[in-house]
Nanobody, 125 residues
């Protein structure tokens, strides 16, 4: 059974940084998968933030976070991270980790198979 557990959310001032973690179980990072971060702000639809694929190291970043967020993985820990720098109030949302396993989507999308419970990120102005 695939499980994803997020951590690292919290309250931070604008311009600050946070690192989110997503610990995955039920598959390993040697498998064929994609994993990503999505977010949903109050009153808005869930959107893709960043994804990474095992096949060719493909990474995706939403335009709104390019240059500020970095996705990375630790194969030994089966954990994916989202380093978020220069945070803005508009980054405030619940952030979800999701996995496409086995890997069948070619892009970063809301239809991934497995989802974590989410972690709240709040950025104050």
């Amino acid at each position: 059974e695939v499980q994803l557990v997020e951590s690292g959310g919290g309250l931070v001032q604008g311009g600050g940084s946070l690192r989110l973690s997503c610990a995955a179980s039920g598959f390993t990072f040697d498998d064929d998968y994609a994993i990503g971060w999505f977010r949903q702000a109050p009153g808005k639809e869930r959107e893709a933030v960043s994804c990474i694929s095992s096949r060719d190291g493909y990474t995706y970043y939403a335009d709104s976070v390019k240059g500020r967020f970095t996705i990375s993985g630790d194969n030994a820990k089966n954990t994916v991270y989202l380093q978020m720098n220069s945070l803005k109030p508009e980054d405030t949302a619940v952030y979800y980790c999701a996995a496409d396993y086995p890997h069948h989507f070619s892009d970063c999308r809301n239809e991934y198979d497995y989802w974590g419970q989410g972690t709240q990120v709040t950025v104050s102005s």
